[in-house]
């Protein structure tokens, strides 16, 4: 029977962690983490978490990470663009029915009902 390979160790201290990739930090803004949060089970910028995130983010990201070395992916992406991308790939149908029904004190009420779907794209 084949063994699983061991978790490679991440050796660096959380002040010696680096990031691999260079460039210009931008910073997340409170609205997009809330909605992270919202869809994910934690959301979290630590050195530390981050470099754990990044043991299943990719094969390359393995030695990233043991040599404490984390890619910023988040910190580079542009949420506008990715947002723009996604849903000009989508079709969202959205379906809503009103009905008014008189109540037998002469009063009106409403009833609604509603049906969304999500079409993959068009290939």
């Known amino acids: 029977m084949t063994e699983p390979t061991p978790v490679t160790?991440?050796?660096?201290?959380?002040?010696?962690?680096?990031d691999h990739l260079g460039g210009e930090r931008v910073?997340?803004?409170?609205?997009l983490r809330r909605?992270?949060?919202?869809?994910?089970?934690e959301v979290s910028d630590d050195d530390m978490?981050?470099?754990?995130?990044?043991?299943?983010?990719w094969p390359l990201a393995i030695g990233w990470a043991a040599a404490g070395e984390v890619r910023t992916w988040l910190e580079h992406l542009n949420m506008n663009d990715e947002v723009v991308k996604?849903?000009?790939?989508?079709?969202?149908?959205?379906?809503?029915?009103?009905?008014?029904?008189?109540?037998?004190?002469g009063?009106?009420?409403?009833?609604?009902?509603?049906?969304?779907?999500?079409?993959?794209p068009a290939r």
Request: aromatic letters at 4%; hydrophobic letters at 40%.
């Open 9 to 18: 160790s991440i050796d660096a201290k959380a002040t010696e962690i680096a």
């Open 27 to 31: 910073a997340v803004g409170s609205s």
């Open 35 to 41: 909605q992270l949060g919202e869809v994910c089970a």
């Open 49 to 57: 978490d981050r470099a754990e995130a990044g043991r299943d983010w």
């Open 86 to 105: 996604a849903l000009s790939k989508m079709v969202i149908e959205v379906k809503t029915e009103i009905r008014f029904r008189p109540t037998e004190d």
């Open 107 to 120: 009063k009106v009420v409403t009833e609604t009902s509603n049906d969304v779907k999500v079409k993959p």
